[in-house]
């Protein structure tokens, strides 16, 4: 889905969404509730700049709006894979926006990240897995890494790979199998502005990825071994 027809379905044809490049940026309203709204578009690759301009408007947001909800519209192919954002850097850009979004969460504000169209690699991980909640759209694309390139990290045979995804999420790209692996919290489908609503009012603070992923079958040990770890500690 295009970017401008989302937020046309979620808060109406003046929305006052702007985009500028890949980047987007917004102060919605929602049901009379003011929202901090950014992202990305154009399957983005984030850099340096694209990650600094997210975190400056979180950190905006928590500095002049105290408490108003945050929501991250993510479609990205990943981290800019150049030179130059490497020699810049892109790591700790990458790692201050990820910082900039838990801290509004410790903040008390409400952060909601949807995939809306493609998330890969570290622009997922710095943003929507950072969230109170993620949640997707149903013909959203989600991986970490395609099946050739786990092969050639892991040293698994692809056919191997291809094997253990059809029965383990873990390997396997899609929406569906990071809704089992509980880190989608689920798909948001039919009605986008009654998703967004229940997300707003329901969704938890508490990180329940490991949790969501046991009760689903997708990742069945990670919340055990959380627990080992706490009781050890």
């Known amino acids: 889905m295009q970017w401008n027809a989302l937020v046309t379905q979620l ?4 929305h006052g969404m702007r985009e500028a490049g890949d980047f987007l940026r917004g102060e919605v309203m929602f049901e009379g509730q003011p929202i901090t709204v950014i992202g990305t578009t154009n399957h983005a690759p984030i850099g340096v700049e694209l ?3 997210q975190a400056r408007v979180v950190l905006d947001t928590m500095a002049q709006h105290p408490g108003r909800p945050i929501l991250l519209l993510i479609d990205t192919q990943g ?7 490497e020699l810049l850097g892109i790591n700790r850009a990458m790692a201050h926006l990820g910082a900039s979004i838990d801290l509004a969460r410790r903040k008390g504000h409400r952060v909601i990240g949807l995939v809306y ?4 690699s570290g622009g997922f991980i710095t943003s929507g897995l950072i969230a109170d909640a993620c949640y997707a759209l149903p013909e959203a694309e989600i991986r970490v890494m395609r099946i050739p390139a786990m092969a050639r990290v892991t040293k698994l045979p692809e056919d191997r790979l291809t094997a253990l995804s059809q029965s383990n999420p873990v390997f396997a790209p899609g929406v ?3 809704v089992a692996m509980g880190g989608v919290r689920s798909l948001w489908d039919g009605d986008l502005q009654a998703a967004l609503r229940s997300a707003l009012s329901q969704t938890s603070t508490e990180d329940r990825r ?3 992923g046991a009760e689903r079958g997708g990742r069945k040990l990670a919340a055990a071994v959380v627990q080992r770890v706490l009781d050890a500690a």
Do not use: S, T
């Not at 808060?11 to 003046?14: E, I």
């Not at 169209?117 to 890969?120: G, I, K, R, S, W």
């Open 11 to 14: 808060f109406g044809p003046f």
């Open 51 to 53: 990650a600094l301009a």
């Open 79 to 85: 981290q800019q894979l150049r030179r130059r954002d």
């Open 117 to 120: 169209d493609q998330a890969l």
């Open 176 to 178: 569906q199998n990071y």
């Open 210 to 212: 490991a949790i969501d």
